[in-house]
């Protein structure tokens, strides 16, 4: 590996330690998410990961910046996935506090603070790459390339059961909704399965019922949730299972698929796809993966935060891992400095392995860490990792055709430009 590794450099850290005073002075990293609200298992459990990731920083002398130990603080701030709240919780992370990183979900809660953002040069990570444009130079999307992954799922399905010739989509019209719908609108057309019906439903919809009885008008052999939020993933999928519908599901995630298995059953359940591991997969135990001691981490988290791991509470932690290093790297926490260190070569380690720097035919920069991403079917109750997929390889094969999915709902970093109403006015305070 071209890094050190997160677990070499705690050891090598744990040295220094014994050696010098402990660390005396402290670089503050801001987490701005969903940590309630319908949002908020895409938040709160990526808030939890990160406590863990600053307590074994923490616990082994700190983070060494210029030959001087520096703990590390975080803060965090709900946004609920609102953007008002999102734009008081940057100003209070940035002015107040001066955060030298800051962590966001992305989405309707970045769009209207970018230029606050932007023009103050703090280096922001996204989960959401959509979120990505030319206008966005300190923003970077690292850990997780939503919804480009999907397609990995899509084509294994393909590859393994080629009788599947027919789905049915349903997708929220928001940010993080609409871009899934496109991904898989392409990744399904790719491989010449037939779509028979697409239902977009509004975020704070709740008629499961009514959505997948549309649904199955087509009668299809596939149902897709694409990026549902987890409670409209739990009520479309036990709707399902009501309805008789005893077909291949398809979902970005199964946030708490235990849940899932015991409102309907193991059966039911049996093969249901989506994209996001539990970290204790034999998959990832003996990988030289960048996110080293996943089985520890799964086993601490689930210790610590009992029934609440989710898609997001390794990813946060895995753009922790990649700062930490450029940090060191650059022999300071200044956000400039640590780009030009994080994207150094063009390559970088997400928590899958060796990835590219990328992204400029869709997003309009290369602030997209692409790489290999898992496929991950339910089998006898138990989510099992299946495959590796390669996202840089599809989009070589196939991005003319997202692009084209992606302009016809108008979500092109071009179009999207045009379209954002404007930056939320934050308060000025003492900068």
């Known amino acids: 590996m071209n890094a050190a590794s997160l677990v070499q450099r705690l050891a090598v850290n744990a040295q220094v330690k014994r050696l010098g005073v402990g660390a005396q002075r402290v670089v503050k990293v801001g987490f701005l998410g969903p940590l309630s609200g319908p949002v908020r298992s895409w938040g709160l459990p990526g808030l939890n990961g990160c406590r863990i990731w600053v307590d074994w920083i923490n616990r082994t002398g700190g983070m060494l910046i210029g030959g001087t130990r520096h703990n590390v603080q975080l803060l965090a701030e709900d946004c609920r996935y609102e953007p008002e709240r999102a734009a008081e919780g940057a100003r209070r992370l940035v002015q ?16 209207p603070i970018q230029d606050y953002l932007m023009s103050r040069k703090i280096l922001t990570s996204t989960l959401l790459p959509s979120d990505l444009s030319p206008d966005t130079p300190y923003l970077i999307a690292p850990s997780e390339i939503h ?22 989509m349903c997708s929220q019209t928001d940010a993080l909704g609409l871009p899934s719908l496109a991904t898989y609108r392409a990744a399904f057309a790719a491989e010449g399965i037939a779509s028979v019906g697409e239902i977009r439903y509004a975020p704070e919809a709740t008629n499961a019922d009514e ?10 052999d596939i149902l897709c949730w694409c990026t549902s939020y987890e409670p409209m993933v739990h009520a479309l999928t036990e709707a399902a299972f009501r309805s008789g519908f005893r077909g291949q599901i398809i979902s970005c995630t199964a946030d ?40 520890e981490f799964f086993a601490e988290y ?18 922790l891992d990649l700062w930490h290093a450029a940090v060191e790297k650059a022999g300071t926490a200044a956000p400039v400095s640590v780009l030009a260190a994080m994207k150094h070569g063009g390559l970088g380690e997400h928590a899958f392995g060796i990835a590219k720097w990328a992204g400029s035919d869709l997003f309009g920069n290369d602030n997209a860490l692409i790489g290999d991403w898992p496929v991950v079917r339910i089998t006898n109750g138990q989510a099992r990792i299946v495959a590796f997929g390669s996202v840089a390889a599809w989009l070589e094969r196939h991005g003319a055709r997202l ?15 045009s379209s954002v109403s404007g930056e939320l006015r934050i308060a000025a305070g003492s900068d």
């Open 302 to 319: 689930n210790q610590r935060f009992p029934d609440s791991w989710s898609a997001v509470s390794w990813e946060y932690v895995a753009t």
């Open 96 to 111: 107040d506090h001066g955060v030298g990183l800051l962590m966001m979900h992305g989405g309707d809660t970045f769009r």
């Open 211 to 220: 959505i997948v009885g549309a649904m199955l008008a087509g009668n299809p």
């Open 147 to 168: 919804p480009l992954y999907n397609v990995t799922a899509v084509e294994w399905l393909a590859r393994n059961r080629p009788d599947l010739r027919r789905v049915a």
């Open 403 to 417: 692009r084209k999915e992606m302009r016809v709902l108008g979500l092109m970093w071009d179009q999207r430009h």
């Open 256 to 295: 708490y698929y235990r849940r899932l298995i015991e409102r309907t059953s193991v059966d039911f359940m049996e093969g249901f796809l989506f994209q996001f591991p539990d970290f204790d997969d034999p998959e990832l135990r003996d990988k030289a993966f960048f996110f080293n001691r996943p089985a």
